[in-house]
């Protein structure tokens, strides 16, 4: 019986090595493995051509940062879009408990959790100005008043992915739905 046993252990081993003959000669050669996140990425930003409209008023839709923060925000609803590369382009509106507001152009990009602004509000508050644009720049989380960090997490994006197209992310954002209380 031990015979029987030791001679299937060693036509069942001779099997498994065969199958592996595919492998490189030499096991320290990984020159064809690629590890997934050492791949060069083929993604390309769209270019914005053009600026939304500045926001109207009926247009914000509020939502929630920090209970710690004193300032008010908001996205233009008439601004946001999902763009073919995936990125989540939107105005959002911060207004002090005085009523100084800033306004930007921004965009979110759900795979990299990476944030870009192409625009802010003018001097002269009747336009955009390009010249404060920058690059993508990581979010941060422990930032008080990280709004970018609150629109990826709650409305925007769930798994590196963007969560709908613009309508459904406007919809969840009038009626409050974030990504927790979809989870629920």
Not at 8 to 13: E, K, N, P
Not at 67 to 93: E, I
Not at 161 to 167: D, L, P, R, S
């Amino acid at each position: 019986m031990k015979a029987l046993v030791l001679a299937l252990a060693c036509v069942a081993g001779s099997g498994i090595l065969a199958g592996c003959s595919h492998l490189p000669a030499n096991p320290k050669d990984d020159s064809t493995f690629q590890y997934l996140l050492d791949r060069k990425s083929d993604w390309k930003e769209n270019k914005v051509e053009a600026l939304p409209p500045l926001p109207n008023e009926r247009d914000l839709i509020a939502f929630d940062v920090s209970q710690n923060s004193p300032l008010h925000y908001a996205v233009d609803a008439k601004s946001l879009s999902v763009g073919s590369d995936d990125v989540v382009r939107y105005t959002v509106v911060i207004t002090s408990p005085s009523g100084a507001r800033n306004v930007n152009y921004e965009g979110i990009r759900c795979e990299t959790y990476e944030w870009r602004l192409y625009a802010g509000l003018n001097a002269d508050h009747d336009g955009w100005d390009r010249s404060v644009a920058n690059d993508w720049t990581r979010i941060e989380n422990g930032n008080l008043n990280a709004y970018q960090a609150s629109l990826y997490q709650d409305y925007f994006c769930a798994s590196k992915m963007v969560t709908g197209n613009a309508k459904t992310i406007i919809n969840n954002m009038r009626l409050n739905r974030t990504a927790n209380s979809l989870k629920q």
